[in-house]
């Protein structure tokens, strides 16, 4: 058994540090929980994501948080089984002495204090909570430097550089006396020109009226688009009705779903065809055939396969994704979609590559044990020095999952901390940097202080001064920086579709990027949320703009900010067997969160040069 559980982290392209503890270890732990090797490394994928370990490398230092996990998932399980039943593991004697060492400090009898919801504050911004359940070991709390404290200000963690005669910066800024140096005016180069691609609802919109009616045209019409592109391509038959018995091939356009609540597995997967070719009618799908797949409930597909006994459609290939030769919105007026074409064209033939510099930062912006907005100020301290031409912040900015927000503990209405403790701060970086800095903000579903629905209308900031530098999107929104498109969604949409995917990886040992095929996803299914039901927390509402999570072509730069391990990564998309599909390239980035419970996170300092061949991207630990 030791063996495979060595081949199972080998295929997924992780090694192991000290082979033969690790081995061991992870043997008993297949014992003692009635583990396959599949399922046990499964469960390891899952907690290194988690975890936002830095290397694709198993270390022995991590086996006990990973037992931890592996404790948490048994309880999950057994609860699901018997909901009266609590299982105990190490996580809970922590919080039981952390209770004996504050009742020790206490002098003043009050309120008890639940100590579940403070270890749940404690790392409500992290990748540890998934889904209303903590995947650590409780403990990473403990292992966070306050603020405060760092001893280093601004690390590269991570850096591609694509520039040959970019200088690189590798190490440790020392801006530890950023505030007290003298710092010489320096003005960005040039100003960046912004146009913004207007689609979404408007602030002041009225929510919360969405309809089953709603829900249902957006789902039949993503279905219907996709079927319109794949038949517009030449490459795929007209499709059939799935439901129906058949000894021949047939190819076959629907939705995934899930035959029930729980999470897809081989035996819950099910077609749902279009009101047109099936009446919008299940069928189950069985994908044992297939070499190597990703589906996720809501995600539109085409399916080739046979279905002898009219109950179960068996596949012989899946195609996920839309062709990039096909115009993506096929409901375009001919006059429309003729100017679009010409305009891409205008674009491909320019020869001179587009340059631009970008600091993007994902909020939270404060710490969780106060509201004094400190990575926010150092991180415009650090855009004073390295002056780019764009800076973009996305939500929340004021998070509603902030303990004290939460509590309600503030004198101050939310809007009043938003306008004094961010939008204050960020003119006075504008001042300062002068008339050519442009600042692009996003808001979250999390804020506090905005319509709690997505899509999202975008902050109203006509008040402000510089209104002129400060362009405020919808979420999720796209825009264009002189000419380079850049797409945007605040809604962790990599981390849902992280715990409702199933997969399954070609047998070739060729390693799976998991969180590139992630991102896939998102160009692929053309739309900034495909997954359906929505997660919970999600204030899905279809009747507002449903053509504003739609992605008519693919971005030059895709922006996801999520609670799950930061990353710079290209992608690529397009490209099949006859070869009639050209490569079309984009960077997808996920720069982490500003701040991590009491601790500094990440953002990303990016320089952009006419192609995702030419970047210079570095992730910066603050």
Request: charged share 25%.
């Amino acid at each position: 058994m030791e063996e495979e559980i060595k081949a199972e982290f080998l295929k997924i392209g992780f090694t192991l540090d000290d082979e033969e503890e690790i081995l061991k270890k992870c043997l008993t732990f297949c014992q003692n929980y009635s583990l396959e090797p599949s399922d046990l490394v499964s469960s390891w994928e899952v907690y290194y994501l988690n975890r936002q370990l830095d290397e694709s490398v198993v270390k022995d230092a991590e086996m006990d948080g990973f037992l931890g996990h592996l404790q948490n998932e048994q309880v999950e399980t057994a609860v699901k089984k018997e909901p009266g039943l609590h299982m105990y593991s190490f996580k809970d004697v922590e919080m039981i002495l952390d209770a004996g060492d504050e009742d020790t400090k206490e002098v003043i009898l009050g309120t008890p204090t639940d100590k579940s919801e403070k270890l749940h504050l404690d790392v409500y911004d992290s990748a540890h909570k998934t889904n209303g359940s903590i995947y650590s070991s409780g403990r990473i709390s403990k292992l966070v430097t306050p603020f405060g404290k760092r001893s280093n200000k601004f690390v590269v963690k991570f850096n591609i550089d694509n520039l040959p005669t970019t200088e690189t910066v590798n190490g440790i800024h020392n801006h530890e006396n950023l505030e007290d140096d003298i710092i010489q005016r320096i003005r960005p180069h040039k100003s960046c020109s912004l146009v913004v691609h207007r689609s979404g609802p408007e602030p002041g919109c009225w929510f919360m009226y969405d309809r089953i009616e709603d829900r249902f045209n957006a789902l039949e019409n993503r279905i219907r688009k996709h079927a319109a592109a794949l038949v517009a391509s030449r490459l795929y038959e007209e499709p059939m009705d799935p439901s129906v018995a058949s000894q021949r091939s047939i190819f076959a356009i629907g939705m995934i779903c899930c035959d029930g609540e729980g999470h897809l597995n081989d035996k819950s997967i099910l077609l749902q065809s279009s009101v047109e070719h099936s009446g919008g009618q299940h069928v189950r799908l069985e994908l044992n055939k297939l070499s190597h797949f990703s589906v996720f409930p809501g995600q539109v597909v085409g399916i080739k396969g046979h279905n002898p006994s009219g109950h179960c459609l068996i596949a012989s290939e899946l195609v996920d994704s839309v062709p990039l030769s096909v115009a993506a919105d096929m409901n375009l007026p001919r006059a429309k979609k003729q100017a679009l074409d010409e305009e891409i064209q205008a674009t491909n033939l320019s020869c001179a590559p587009t340059e631009i510099t970008m600091v993007i930062a994902a909020g939270p912006f404060t710490t969780t044990d106060n509201l004094l907005f400190e990575p926010l100020t150092e991180l415009l301290a650090y855009a004073t020095k390295k002056c780019p031409q764009l800076l973009i912040l996305l939500g929340p900015f004021i998070d509603s999952e902030h303990p004290q927000i939460k509590k309600g503990t503030v004198d101050l209405s939310f809007d009043e901390i938003f306008q004094m403790e961010v939008l204050r701060r960020v003119q006075d970086y504008l001042e300062y940097m002068g008339p050519d800095a442009r600042v692009v903000t996003i808001p979250s579903v999390r804020d506090a202080n905005h319509d709690f629905v997505f899509p999202q209308p975008a902050f109203d900031l006509d008040s402000l001064n510089n209104i002129h530098q400060i362009t405020s999107l919808k979420n999720p929104g796209i825009f264009e920086a002189d000419e380079v498109k850049i797409g945007c969604c605040t809604v962790d949409i990599l981390k849902h579709l992280s715990g409702e995917e199933m997969s399954r990886h070609s047998m070739d040992g060729t390693p799976s990027d998991r969180l590139s095929r992630l991102a896939s996803h998102i160009l692929s299914q053309r739309s900034f949320y495909p997954l359906y039901p929505p997660a919970e927390g999600v204030p899905l509402d279809l009747s507002l703009a449903p053509e504003a999570l739609h992605i008519s072509s693919v971005p030059d730069l895709l922006i996801l900010p999520s609670d799950i391990k930061y990353f710079v990564k290209v992608l690529s998309l397009g490209g099949t067997s006859e070869g009639e599909e050209q490569m079309k390239k984009c960077v997808c980035i996920n720069p982490g969160r500003l701040a991590k419970g009491e601790g500094g996170g990440t953002f990303v300092e990016l320089k952009y040069q006419g192609s995702s061949d030419k970047i210079n991207a570095s992730i910066v630990g603050i």
